[in-house]
């Protein structure tokens, strides 16, 4: 089938070649790439009514990039326009609305479509989708744009349900609601609450902290981009293109302190402590916004206007473990009331699960949340033993702390082209990871994720799986390792399967390239 036979959107079954799920950076990646070499049989599944992802769900006062725009964006589409260093997020959700158009895969997207279902048939080699619609689509590939923070965490306090005040969480902010005049408890100071609590501590009569950890902060870099800036990087593109190669390797050096040598990170944290000591002058609290773990270990955060907000006689950070929450007030372990109007979770995404259970379910219909029981894996954050033909974008151990997600996420979008190109050249109808070049690569990744500073810096963070403690989250080091690692697609990785449903004895070499090492790799079926 190709865009001209494409079925209208009434149609109760859809056949297609490839299946994309979301239309943030990675679905719009994948399908931008798709395009561009010629292919037109795919389709995007988008549960909301317009693309952009998490930079269409996350819209909080304040919410911005804390990656430069000039890295933040596609290799093949700079944007000369940026008018931050880092983009505010109505800025960068353009940038994907322009880039659906420019590259013409709007017509390829279908709104409205949320999966509940993805279930491999094996007898022939599809994967049938199902939509809360009521659409039906079958494909023979399925890619996952879905990302790891799209699944709002709001935490299970009692007495929750019984509260008589407006609730909301980051990723759901309710701008119709008015602050004004309102007593505020924001629970949480991650990424997003260290960029909402300084636009709303000035607009609200009082703000409460729940602080359950402080994050290290260090100072934000950020500027407008001047016009004489933007004329250069429109009419002499290699100027961006030096930015950009600049900027990239200034984040890929700060890999050296996660990962590499973490005692690198005691020079980072001294920066981070003096931020903190020039912009909250009161002692006490200073002590408490000072963290107790080796910078890093979470992810670094970068503000010039959080600490000042909570220097605001308007605003107290509270430390106490909240107890539950009761019809008007927040109430703190040791029995104190914080009689508010209003609760504002900043508490992050259920990230250990970011499938939930019965929407993923691949050969002999295991729900990948099963296959996941010890927490996530995948061979190169991408493929995954049991699920043929599944291409996960931002999969395990793809997370960055200290660089570009769209870096990786171009990664994977190359690697999964050159597995659909061998798939075709070796006229294979399925392909599927074989379980010990898996199991291989993640023991290398867990073995030099527990050098980390993730793991050796002394705190709880998302990154660790909750269950488990293991890293399933982050890429351990550089990223160019990442792009060296799915540089090149071996069918010696993989089975594949003909189109009889059977493995079919391609020719399986000695050894498997794995992760720049050699794993070897025999014909074992599952
Ligand atoms: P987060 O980093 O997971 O932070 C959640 C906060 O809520 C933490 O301070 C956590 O405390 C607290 N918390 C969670 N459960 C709690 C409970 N039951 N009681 C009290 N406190 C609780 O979430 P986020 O700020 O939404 O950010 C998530 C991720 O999104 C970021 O790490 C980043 O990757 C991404 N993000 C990126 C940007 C960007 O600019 N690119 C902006 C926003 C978010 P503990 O630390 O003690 O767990």
């Not at 931050?84 to 800025?91: D, G, K, L, N, V």
Request: aromatic share 10%.
């Amino acid at each position: 089938m190709n865009a001209r036979t494409m079925p209208p959107d009434d149609a109760a079954s859809i056949d297609t070649d490839i299946a994309i799920i979301g239309s943030g950076f990675a679905g719009l990646g994948m399908a931008i790439r798709l395009r561009q070499g010629g292919q037109t049989d795919f389709m995007i599944a988008e549960k909301a009514e317009s693309v952009g992802g998490t930079w269409r769900d996350n819209h909080y006062p304040g919410c911005a990039c804390d990656v430069q725009s000039h890295v933040y964006s596609f290799s093949y589409a700079p944007n000369p326009r940026w008018t931050r260093m880092f983009a505010r997020q109505p800025e960068i959700r353009s940038y994907l609305e322009e880039c659906t158009d420019r590259f013409g895969v709007r017509r390829h997207l279908r709104f409205g479509h949320e999966l509940v279902s993805a279930v491999y048939d094996e007898t022939r080699h599809r994967w049938q989708l199902a939509f809360a619609n009521g659409q039906q689509w079958s494909a023979r590939v399925l890619v996952s744009g879905m990302g790891g923070l799209s699944r709002a965490a709001v935490p299970n306090i009692p007495g929750l349900d019984t509260f008589e005040g407006k609730i909301f969480h980051s990723q759901q902010w309710d701008h119709a609601y008015p602050l004004e005049g309102k007593r505020v408890a924001v629970i949480g100071t991650g990424a997003s609450a260290i960029q909402f609590v300084p636009q709303i501590a000035p607009r609200v009569a009082q703000l409460e902290l729940f602080q359950r950890t402080p994050p290290w902060i260090m100072p934000k870099a950020d500027r407008a981009i001047k016009p004489l800036e933007q004329w250069l990087f429109r009419n002499l593109p290699f100027t961006q293109k030096i930015m950009r190669s600049g900027l990239y390797w200034m984040l890929e050096s700060r890999a050296l302190g996660f990962a590499v040598h973490p005692s690198l990170m005691k020079a980072v944290q001294k920066i981070a402590e003096r931020h903190l000591r020039r912009q909250v002058p009161d002692p006490q609290l200073r002590a408490t916004l000072t963290p107790d773990y080796t910078i890093g270990c979470k992810r670094v955060l970068i503000s010039n206007d959080y600490f000042p907000a909570l220097s605001r006689a308007n605003v107290s950070v509270e430390t106490t473990g909240i107890e539950r929450i009761e019809r008007d007030a927040v109430v703190t372990a040791d029995g104190v009331r914080h009689p508010v109007d209003c609760v504002i979770f900043g508490t992050g995404f259920q990230v250990a699960d970011p499938f939930p259970r019965g929407v993923v379910r691949g050969r002999g219909g295991v729900d990948i949340v099963d296959t996941w029981r010890d927490g996530a894996h995948a061979y190169l954050g991408t493929t995954l033993p049991g699920y043929p033909n599944f291409f996960m974008i931002v999969g395990p151990n793809t997370g960055l702390g200290h660089n570009s997600m769209v870096y990786m996420i171009e990664s994977q979008v190359e690697y999964i082209l050159r597995a659909l190109n061998t798939m075709r050249s070796e006229r294979a109808a399925a392909i599927e990871v074989r379980p010990q070049v898996e199991r291989a690569y993640n023991e290398r990744i867990q073995q030099q994720l527990g050098r980390a500073i993730w793991s050796t810096g002394g705190c709880k963070s998302w990154y660790l799986d909750p269950n488990t403690g293991k890293n399933t989250t982050l890429w351990p080091g550089f990223t160019w390792r990442f792009r060296q690692a799915t540089g090149t697609f071996s069918m010696d990785d993989y089975f594949a399967y003909a189109p009889t449903a059977q493995p079919t004895a391609l020719p399986v070499h000695a050894t498997a390239s794995v992760h720049g090492s050699a794993a070897t790799a025999s014909a074992e079926a599952t």
